[in-house]
């Protein structure tokens, strides 16, 4: 290792990314470099994309909660983190994301094999031992040797989450949040419920 920052693309082509995992990193990356808007070449934000439906709201809300939690929002017109009070001023986020990513028992999407927990972004860098090397610091996360690897090949290892769409203004949310927006009743809410996994 040199270093030296490159694409995903790059990685891939000179062997230090395996491909299984080039289509994942490619969107992750699009949220720190900027989407290309449809129709033209104009790069857009991670939240603009979410605006325009170029990337689905649950996706975009895991995506923003690992740039909070790593540094800051990234503007990729200006090309580097911001705090998220200086992106809403930008533009970049709102009042309603910061809201659901202050709750967070809704973005727990990231999967503990040693736990068997969804933690958020934040708890799972919580958990990673940091090892000093040459040209930074590297976030090891640590799997247990107990981790049930063997059940996490015959059964799905992450929750299945429920996401409902407001027919008024096609937002993506949870059921908890359907509920308070009077978009499903209490009895849907526990039925859905059940089917969370």
Known sequence: MSGKKMSVSRAVSVGLVNRQFATSLKRAEQATIGYTEPGTNRYISLFEAMHRGVVIESYGIRLLEAQIATGGLI????????????AMRRGLFDERLASILSNTNEIKGYYDPST?????YGELMARC????????????FPIKDTAPMASMQKEPYRKRKIIIVDPKTKRHMSVNQAVMADVIDQETAENLKTKEK
């Open 75 to 86: 503007d990729p017109i200006a090309g580097y983190r911001i705090p998220p009070r200086i």
């Open 116 to 120: 068997e927990m969804n933690l958020t």
């Open 129 to 140: 031992v940091r090892k000093k090397r040459k040209y930074g610091d590297l976030l090891l």
